[in-house]
């Protein structure tokens, strides 16, 4: 970009201040990159100087200005709705708590910036909340404080992925008032820190409450404040200013806001199964705050919310062997867990929806260990915000599935017969008598679903080819939550379908081991238990099921979006 000419930018800046002042709500139609420049600057409260300086200049120097800029900047026109008295009720918290108290003044009044694409058709006022909508890419609060002004954002990803990539992604749905306007919008919320009264562990909290009050009344949004007030009584000094909060007090701040997390340390298991707890939770719909650290000192906090589209050529790369010492049956599998790499993050320090690659980093060969990486940031912690349903773990689940797969009674070698399949399946894979072998191993996803979300998808699947299979799981008796693990083929999965899956209960624990399950489905055969069965599995028998086909996988967790930044 060029030099800027001094007296364009005053008489810009005029024209929005002007505009400001004379109507109450402002509409702003943004078409290049100098409008976007003077209209950030505006909105920023950024000085002359400053501008004057240029849009490089704000970038290396301006958080705040940065993540707008690479947010907005890909977008050819859009129109933006403007708020000048807006109440925030994190940064107004903030305000009568902290920033009310110091010797200079702060507003008390935030900006709300609501984005719609391209020009609207009519003035904003004309245009009705279906005409909005159709094109309303959602809204950011920008709090009246220096660099870090993000406060609570909530943006639909499909307009701010990158092009064609496809994302499967955990969202809320919000409703907006924008001047008498109501507007609804999937989002997961994003702010920054403003380093006093929040940190990014704060920030962690914030967004990951904001989230489940919104989907679940079961919990409450807690402000800065109230987290400050819950940190004090288990620290031994001041909490403002803010200087962040270790991952064991994030997780007890959860455990006093109604949940039942679960801490994990990278340091005390294998960053293969580090890797695969986190997939597991993430294709649960469970959002999990992940604690990284940048060199020795450096600590940040950041929350995954999704992953993009498996990488199919990884399958069989990494294969796990289950073993049963009775049978002496062997099966092998490999985790669709090993197909994604790249996380949905949302990060305050990076704009909102970024992809992140997770990858595994040798440290010493010879000892054989290494380090799991996000970008270039150490995952040290992981916490899971769980339900008080939700007991058995996601590592135990998988050993439990992995188990009942090569068991004596229940193992799924001797329902892989030619004779005992029908010829549909044959055709559509002709080595699946093979699966489980080390040539063909077994591709199994574990996640964790709602109940009711669960049947229903099952019911929708299940109604044309697979009827019989429909009116057993009906009639089946399942707990809130439980742990599914679906397995397939190469083939198969290439067809996003299923041979079958093993159904466990969430408020199971790890020392039932297979008397946790529920349902065992395999092809043309079925295995359930209802739950006045818990004493045991010896008298379960799988039942012939006549008319039966491969199924289509369950998608109930997450939303896909498919990005269009250019």
């Known amino acids: 970009m060029g030099d800027i000419n001094t007296q364009d930018n005053e008489k810009l800046i005029d024209e ?44 290396d120097h301006n958080t705040s200005f940065r993540v707008l800029w690479k947010l907005l900047s890909h977008l050819s026109k859009y129109t933006v709705v403007v708020e000048n008295h807006y109440v925030d009720r994190v940064y107004r918290d903030s305000y009568y708590f902290y920033y009310s108290s110091k010797h200079f003044s702060y507003s008390r009044f935030c900006k709300r910036l609501s984005l719609f694409r391209g020009s609207l058709e009519h003035d904003f006022y004309d245009c009705s909340c279906e005409e909005l909508e159709k094109c309303f890419m ?30 499967q992604i955990r969202l809320a749905r919000y409703n907006v008032m924008v001047y008498g306007k109501r507007l609804h919008i999937w989002a997961f919320p994003y702010s920054m820190q403003d380093g006093e009264t929040t940190s990014c ?98 600590k940040h906090s950041v929350i995954s ?69 996000l970008n270039e940031c150490e995952v040290e912690y992981m916490m899971v915000p769980l339900y008080k349903r939700m007991i058995l773990e996601a590592a135990d689940a998988y050993d439990i599935c992995l188990s009942i797969l090569a068991s004596q009674k229940f193992g799924i ?17 002709k080595s699946i008598s093979d699966s489980g072998t080390r040539k063909e191993p077994l591709i199994i996803r574990l996640f964790m679903a709602s109940s009711r979300t669960f049947r229903r998808k099952r019911d929708e699947q299940f109604r044309d080819k697979n009827c019989e299979v429909r009116d057993l799981y009906n009639i089946t ?23 079958g899956e093993i159904i466990i209960d969430a408020t199971s624990s790890a020392d039932a081991k297979t008397d946790s399950f529920i349902i065992i489905h395999y092809p043309n055969v079925i295995c359930r238990r209802m739950p006045e069965e818990f004493l045991g599995t010896k008298d379960s028998e799988f039942e012939k099921i006549y008319k039966w086909h491969p199924f289509e996988s369950f998608h109930g967790n997450l939303k896909e979006y498919v990005g269009e930044v250019g």
């Open 16 to 59: 929005f201040e002007k505009d400001e002042q004379n109507i109450s709500d402002t509409v702003f139609e943004i078409c290049n990159e100098e409008q976007q420049l003077y209209f950030l600057a505006w909105v920023l409260n950024l000085s002359e100087q400053e501008l004057e300086r240029g849009k490089d200049f704000l970038i």
């Open 477 to 499: 008796v399942f707990p809130k939550f439980v742990w599914v693990c679906e397995f397939t083929t190469r083939e198969l999965y290439k067809l996003d379908k299923v041979m």
């Open 138 to 167: 959602g809204t950011i609060v920008i709090r009246p404080i220096s660099d870090r002004s993000i406060s609570r954002t909530l943006l639909n990803p499909h307009y701010f992925l990158p092009k064609d990539i496809a994302c």
């Open 413 to 429: 070698r001797d329902f892989l017969q030619a004779d005992m399949l029908s010829r549909e399946l044959i055709k559509m894979d």
């Open 305 to 373: 919310i999704g992953y993009v589209e498996p990488a199919h050529d990884r399958l069989g790369k990494e294969l796990t062997c289950a073993y049963d010492p009775e049978s002496k049956n062997v099966i092998w599998t490999c985790d669709t867990a090993d197909t994604v790499d790249t996380y949905c993050i949302m990060d305050d320090n990076r704009v909102p929806y970024k992809l992140s690659k997770c990858t595994e980093e040798i440290q010493d060969t010879k000892q054989n260990t290494s380090l799991l990486k």
């Open 201 to 298: 562990a704060e920030i962690t909290i914030l967004n990951l409450l904001d989230y489940y009050s919104q989907l679940y009344p079961e919990y409450h949004y807690l402000l800065p404040s109230e987290i400050s007030s819950l940190a004090e009584k288990n620290s031994y000094e001041r909490r403002m200013p803010t200087t962040g909060l270790s991952y064991e007090l994030i997780s007890k701040i959860f455990c006093d806001a109604g949940f039942y997390p679960r801490l994990y340390s990278a340091q005390k298991m294998t960053t293969i199964k580090f890797r695969h707890i986190l997939y597991h939770y993430v294709e649960s719909g469970i959002p999990v705050a992940l604690g990284l650290k940048l060199g020795e000192e450096n």
